[in-house]
């Protein structure tokens, strides 16, 4: 069975860091993609980041580049999400998903299987 397992939600101040896990299983990483998204509450889900398991190759949403951090292990079909200078707005649900291997990645339409997410709440 296809699955992906998110960790490392918590509270953090503003200005801290956080590193997101995103686990796999069922499948191997390294022949797609993986994203990870944010909805925070009363909002739409929105692209964060995607990398590309065949080369790392990592795109960022506006709102987060420059502070977070794509990153994956092949070995441990593994992706992360270092976030720095987390500021009150980074307060979301976090997602996890698979990319589906169309053309597009900021869609949550590109995206085929998704992990139950991990809280991130940043204080002030």
């Known amino acids: 069975q296809v699955r992906l397992e998110e960790s490392g939600g918590g509270v953090a101040q503003a200005g801290g860091s956080l590193r997101l896990t995103c686990l796999a299983s069922?499948?191997?990483?390294?022949?797609?993609?993986s994203g990870w998204f944010r909805q925070a509450s009363g909002k739409e889900r929105e692209f964060v980041a995607f990398i590309n398991w065949h080369d790392g190759s990592p795109y960022y949403g506006d709102s987060v580049k420059g502070r977070f951090t794509i990153s994956r292990d092949n070995a441990k079909n593994t992706v992360y999400l270092q976030m720095n200078n987390l500021k009150p707005e980074d307060t979301a649900v976090y997602y996890c998903?698979?990319?589906?291997?169309?053309?597009?990645?900021?869609?949550?339409?590109?995206?085929?299987?998704w992990g139950q997410g991990t809280e991130v709440t940043v204080s002030t």
């Open positions: 069922g499948w191997t990483f390294n022949t797609a993609g």
């Open positions: 998903a698979r990319w589906a291997g169309d053309s597009t990645v900021v869609y949550d339409t590109d995206y085929d299987v």
